[in-house]
């Protein structure tokens, strides 16, 4: 768990300490006020660009010098990831005060988090639900960003080198399409684990309070034909259009809701959302059985959009997990459930415990 964090020039963040007592951490002010600002920045402390999605250059505080800095304890550990005034886009990483990158942060922190704008994942498009499916299996395979990162320069170099066919070298494609057929079956193989399990541990879930979903990939079907074979043999095919058309980055998620049998896009707001709870709170549970301790979620407004059994449900179901969260909402009284907590109120940038 996160023992305490520490922001410097984040968002509207200036200099903002956190030190949790307790492993649910309620954050609670008007919009606009920074809440989310705080979940992003724990959110940079794993692999990627955050929840948000955003450029580096857009995190740091308009009224700073600049650049940024975010630093937690993570049992006994230090964390750090920050960009400096110089470098607004090059994100520094540092483990136990040594230069490391981004993708040895999985090592150390398993970080899952559900924000508002998810709320139409399954309207979104498949490059969205792909970027969710392999925030999960992240969790479960922290090797996976490693693969993805390779597999997607290699399809890049590839792509460059087929916009010229002519002159393309045949070996030198030989070589990419090898890398691609190594890290692309590798990011298949995580991503089918990961579905088999969720499916294995949502398959004991009742369907109520939470709607109970049925996992599956979708796109590129592969057969027995080894990945690096296939690219090889449509060279002129994927030259023709511009990209590449096989692999596992045409992998979409596919959600069904088991007792109405009605793909997740059809149902309605309440039971997507509902959907992705049960996703999270299964994955959660096997993160912790292979991992020996939860995940950090990081739930955003998710309290506001549940009917009162369903919060008391989804609460109960939290702490039954023994993870650390972190949940905002606009409210307190959303949270008076939860007897225990570390409760803060944001305003305007700055931090105060609440004496409720």
């Avoid at 740091?60 to 304890?73: K, L």
């Avoid at 879930?205 to 043999?233: C, K, S, T, V, Y």
């Avoid at 008076?336 to 907590?341: E, G, I, K, M, P």
Wanted: net charge neutral; proline share 4%.
């Amino acid at each position: 768990m996160i023992g305490r964090l520490t922001l410097s020039d984040f968002r509207n963040h200036a200099d903002a300490l956190i030190l949790p007592d307790h492993p649910f951490i309620l954050l609670t002010g008007d919009n606009g006020a920074g809440k989310t600002n705080i979940l992003e920045a724990v959110s940079m402390l794993a692999p990627g660009r955050g929840l948000r999605g955003a450029a580096l250059s857009a995190m740091a505080r308009q009224d700073g010098g600049g650049g940024f800095g975010i630093a937690a304890e993570v049992d006994g550990a230090m964390l750090g990831t920050g960009v400096t005034a110089a470098s607004p886009d090059r994100r520094q990483v540092r483990i136990g005060g040594m230069a490391s990158s981004a993708n040895a942060l999985a090592d150390h922190l398993s970080i899952v988090w559900l924000t508002p704008a998810m709320d139409r994942l399954f309207l979104d498009s498949p490059g969205g639900r792909r970027r969710f499916l392999d925030r999960l299996t992240l969790a479960l395979h922290p090797g996976h960003a490693v693969h993805s990162a390779r597999y997607d320069a290699a399809m890049r170099a590839r792509n460059r080198l087929l916009a010229d066919m002519r002159r393309a070298d045949p070996a030198w494609l030989g070589a990419l399409e090898a890398q691609m057929g190594e890290h692309g079956t590798a990011l298949a193989a995580a991503r089918a684990d990961l579905v088999a399990r969720l499916n294995d541990a949502l398959a004991d879930q009742p369907d109520e309070p939470f709607a109970r979903p049925l996992i599956a990939i979708e796109g590129d079907e592969a057969g027995d034909e080894p990945l690096a074979q296939r690219l090889g043999r449509e060279r002129r095919r994927d030259a023709a259009a511009g990209r590449t058309l096989t692999g596992p980055h045409r992998h979409d998620l596919s959600v069904t809701h088991i007792a109405k049998g009605q793909a997740a896009a059809l149902c309605s707001t309440g039971e997507q959302k509902a959907l992705l709870l049960s996703i999270l709170l299964a994955h959660a549970a096997l993160v912790a059985a292979d991992r020996g301790q939860p995940p950090v979620l990081l739930l955003d407004e998710v309290a506001a959009h549940l009917d009162p059994l369903r919060r008391a449900a989804l609460f109960q179901r939290l702490q039954d997990s023994g993870g650390q969260v972190w949940m905002t909402g606009t409210e307190s009284s959303l949270f008076n459930a939860l007897s225990d907590a570390t409760r803060l109120i944001i305003t305007a940038g700055q931090i105060f415990r609440s004496a409720a």
